[in-house]
């Protein structure tokens, strides 16, 4: 059978066929009456589950046999800036045609737009397969968000003069958030934005620094628009469509994803419009697009991962040492099962969470069609919309930061077990390990990750899911586990406890080992969960927690012992 | 100006990934334990079609003579942006060769009313006779383009089409309507559409109804679903011989002067072997003596 990255991986299919979306499918499609209006609605559940068959059959088609043979290549040649413009690798390109020749791209839009209207979760299954085929390339994929928050806040004449061509590939996005002097502390963004009171129009004028794709048609910036404000509340969100008045000066020469340009950009009297309210660029905007965008990351890493690991496993069976597979060792044996636990539990935490954004955002659009039809709130939406939104709070940081660090481990064990060979450009390993490096730094590193689902960890956000997780049957067989895992979240709980009324500094100082114990909590629920009905997933459940739970109750150790370096101790040390 | 064209394809057994179980005893192939498949170089012509209609406009039809399974390259060639599909399927056409098979094709083509360009592949891998094609354009009688690779000009009723052939290529102009077969270096053919394959999943014939009823229960009964696909213009057509208004001693195997009258099952075998020195000398030998026995060049 022709290769293909969808039917070829039973979990990522596992978890899209038991992905809990039917309600929120049916909100989407309005009782499913798009359906008479649209020739690609769905009629029913079963019908937009198979057409998320057919659209993920084919993508794993074009990422198998166009994009993930050349993906060595697009690495190689990677995008170039010459003469102030960038051009992709040629691979890079032939991957783009692909992509416009299937009409995928816009797949999330709504049908008024020419997209397919598809829920962020079988979006985010997309990103992971292409990630998995050439890890750069889903930069240029996954700007599609960009598309998503125009299609959110922009007003309906932006809209339809920009969606649709996001629809048909005719253009591609860039996020622009960065400057040299704001990175992980987006408030101070300095660049400009002056409306022109007589016409009403607005400029912009900047430097903006690593911006991903600068090159594309549309960007979205960020920028000062309220004069002598200092933080986030001065900043407004705009639409730029590329023209002369931005320059791309250069673009980075970096460690990885070599097929992605990392632009830097002037901008200088640049046209643009508005996006969403002034002053709210930030908080609502900015914050919307990139909860989009890291879990985007999250697949992006876990794509890679699944590409190590399916290299690592290959080479591990085939390389002999002491006359045998060196896959029967111990030592790699036990590497590829952490790597197989750990990509596992990624990919679960990363559905439980776009499933939380699917249904925030289909209840969210049925407050305001509610609210514009002149009808009451109705109680039931408004609790479910808040409790979606505290939980995809909470777990999209979570996942962007277990599926990246989780991503350098899995990749980084994937180069060591090729030995001498991983250390080498003509392995895949290296090009594996250089390019997941990127995805705990960008959209918000890893500590950002932290700091953003720290606040509702210690508030005990995660009981709502846990609690209901526990309540559930696990039969005998997996009652020790189950046992286990009861007595480390009832650590967890005390260590939120603990933490709780403590001050910034001392939350902040075991910030991490928290969030890494709540991802651990939180995967062995799932993967526990899993387990229930699928067999193969007993004995994953098994080693995932084996592994992990004792190095949980290790850092709640350390979060219970609650002892801090004091300043002067830690300058000392760093003296 | 818009054209209309028709691209004639074939069902195949992949004979390009033949398995060991696939031969039988007598050297035949197994058709039903491989998979069926679009013929490559049909493709590659309904490709030529489709660029045509980018470039030009007009609409593109596919027609296909085979068992009722067939169906599945129509909707296949529905999914890369075929415009319509008509399935050719009756008892009375099997067992045709090339001439009981053109014979039939050339009257639906016929019955589909005027058109401008008949595109198909040079040939079929299960027979690679290369005969479909220019015996079609005979009984159609419109001039042919063997072995087209690439359509350089087309403007009001005149084509002009670069031809592939073994020691170069040969360009030729042409009077509309023709017919012209497409090699395989002609285009890369395009993946199907997601939009095309979602809004055509549903698209079969009435011989598909009780499948299709067996997925999606919740069309009720034949008549409901034929209704659906019929409103959204989802329903393949099926003609028969009668259809076609064809005289039946010409149809499928009383039609078909060609008999299969036996198959030799070869198997190569090096019969002796040789050792050629590892030299730039050596080597020049062997490709002068392959040269002179005609084997190269
Ligand atoms: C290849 C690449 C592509 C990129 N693409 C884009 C893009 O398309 N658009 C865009 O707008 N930006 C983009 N970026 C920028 C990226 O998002 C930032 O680099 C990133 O958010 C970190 O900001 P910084 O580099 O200024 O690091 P800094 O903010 O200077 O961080 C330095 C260190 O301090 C830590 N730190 C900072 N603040 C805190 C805190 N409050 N708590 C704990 N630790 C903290 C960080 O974790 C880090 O370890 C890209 C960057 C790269 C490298």
């Known amino acids: 059978m022709a290769e293909n990255f969808y039917l070829d991986n039973p979990d990522l299919r596992f978890r899209m066929e038991g992905a809990a979306l039917s309600a929120i499918v049916d909100l989407k499609e309005k009782g499913y009456s798009t359906a008479a209006k649209y020739a690609n609605a769905p009629r029913n559940y079963a019908d937009a589950q198979d057409n998320w068959r057919l659209i993920l059959g084919i993508l794993g088609d074009i990422c ?447 910030g991490t080992d928290l969030v890494e114990m709540g991802c651990v909590v939180v995967n062995s629920w799932l993967l526990l969960r899993d387990a229930i009905t699928l067999e193969r997933k007993r004995e994953l459940v098994r080693a995932y927690t084996a592994e992990h739970l004792p190095r949980a109750r290790g850092l709640a150790s350390a979060i219970l012992a609650g002892e801090m370096l004091s300043g002067p101790s830690r300058e000392a040390i760093l003296a | 100006m818009p054209y209309k064209s028709v691209v004639l394809i074939k069902q195949v057994p992949d004979t390009h990934n033949i398995t060991g179980k696939v031969m039988t005893d007598e050297g035949t192939i197994d058709r039903a334990a491989l998979p069926a498949i679009f013929n490559p170089e049909d493709l590659n012509a309904l490709e030529m079609a489709l660029e045509v209609r980018e470039r030009h406009g007009g609409t593109v039809t596919v027609l296909t003579m085979g068992p009722p399974s067939a169906a599945e390259i129509l909707r296949e060639s529905l999914y890369r942006g075929a415009d319509g599909a008509v399935l050719l399927s009756d008892r009375r056409f099997a067992g045709a060769d090339t001439l009981a098979t053109s014979y039939a094709l050339a009257l639906a083509v016929r019955k589909l009313g005027a058109f401008d360009l008949v595109f198909c592949g040079r040939q079929a891998i299960d027979g690679d006779t290369a005969q479909v094609g220019p015996q079609t354009a005979e009984k159609l009688g419109i001039p042919q383009i063997t072995y087209a690779e690439c359509v350089l000009a087309l403007e009001g009723g005149t084509i002009v089409v670069k031809r592939a052939l073994d020691h170069g290529t040969e360009t030729v102009e042409c009077s509309l309507p023709c017919l012209l077969t497409v090699v395989s270096s002609a285009n890369e053919p395009r993946p199907a559409s997601v939009r095309r394959r979602i809004a055509n999943k549903l698209a079969a014939t009435s011989m598909e109804y009780k499948a299709l009823l067996a997925k999606w229960p919740e069309f009720g009964s034949e008549e409901a679903l034929d209704a659906f696909l019929t409103e959204r213009k989802l329903k393949i057509p099926v003609w028969t011989a009668a259809e076609l208004g064809a005289e039946e001693a010409k149809l499928g195997l009383a039609g078909s002067p060609t008999q299969v009258y036996k198959v030799n099952f070869v198997v190569l075998e090096s019969a002796e072997s040789r050792d050629v020195p590892p030299t730039r000398e050596g080597m020049a030998a062997l490709v002068d003596e392959l040269m002179r026995e005609y084997i190269v060049g």
């Open chain 1, 64 to 510: 198998a046999n166009v994009i993930a043979p050349r993906a060595a290549e697009a690495d190689e040649e990677g995008a170039v800036f010459h003469n102030g413009e960038v051009d992709y690798a040629a691979a890079t390109q032939a991957a783009i045609e692909a992509f416009k020749k299937s009409e995928i791209l816009g797949a999330m839009l709504p049908w008024e737009y020419g997209g397919l209207n598809l829920p962020e979760t079988v979006y985010q299954a997309m990103v992971e397969m292409v990630s998995r085929a050439e890890g750069g390339l889903m930069t240029i994929f996954g700007l599609q968000e960009i598309a998503s928050t125009i299609s959110e806040f922009g007003d309906d004449e932006m809209k339809a003069r920009v969606l649709p061509r996001f629809a048909r590939g005719e253009v591609f996005g860039a996020m622009v958030l960065t400057e040299p002097d704001a990175g992980s502390d987006l408030g101070a963004v300095q660049t400009k934005a002056s409306l022109d009171e007589a016409t009403g129009k607005w400029k912009l004028n900047g430097v903006k620094r690593f911006i991903t794709n600068g090159n594309a048609h549309i960007h979205l910036v960020l920028a000062r628009s309220e004069e002598g404000s200092k933080d986030a509340r001065g900043l407004s969100m705009f639409l730029v469509e590329r023209d002369k008045s931005v320059k791309i000066r250069r673009i980075e020469n970096k460690l990885g994803i070599h097929s992605s340009p990392t632009c830097e950009l002037q901008y200088t009297d640049t046209p643009a419009l508005l996006v969403g309210k002034r002053r709210f660029g930030l908080m609502r905007c900015a914050m919307a697009l990139m909860n989009g965008a890291r879990l985007a990351v999250a697949a992006q890493a876990l794509g890679i991962s699944e590409a190590a690991y399916r290299e690592a496993l290959r080479y591990a069976g085939e390389r002999l040492q002491f006359g045998k597979p060196v896959s029967t060792l111990p030592a790699v044996s036990r590497m590829l099962i952490s790597m197989k636990g750990e990509i596992e539990a990624a990919r679960a935490l990363i559905f439980e969470t776009s499933c939380q954004v699917d249904a925030l955002k289909a209840y969210e659009a049925k407050q305001e069609e509610l609210a514009a039809a002149g009808a009451p709130l109705d109680p039931a939406v408004v609790a479910r919309k808040k409790r979606a939104s505290n939980l995809a709070d909470m777990l999209t940081p979570m996942s962007k930061y277990y599926a990246t660090e989780m991503g350098n481990r899995v990749c980084y064990k994937g180069m060591q077990i090729h030995g001498g060979v991983g250390y080498m450009r003509e392995f895949n390993a290296e090009r594996h390990y250089r390019d997941v490096r990127i995805t705990n730094i960008y959209e918000g590193t890893s500590q950002l990750q932290v700091v953003a689902a720290l606040g509702k960890m210690v508030g005990r956000g995660l009981d709502v899911l846990i609690d209901e997780w526990e309540a559930l049957d696990y039969g005998s067989a997996l009652a020790p586990v189950r046992a286990e895992l009861s007595e480390l979240t009832a650590l967890f709980r005390k260590c939120c406890d603990e933490l709780k009324d403590k001050d910034r500094e001392l939350i902040d100082y075991f």
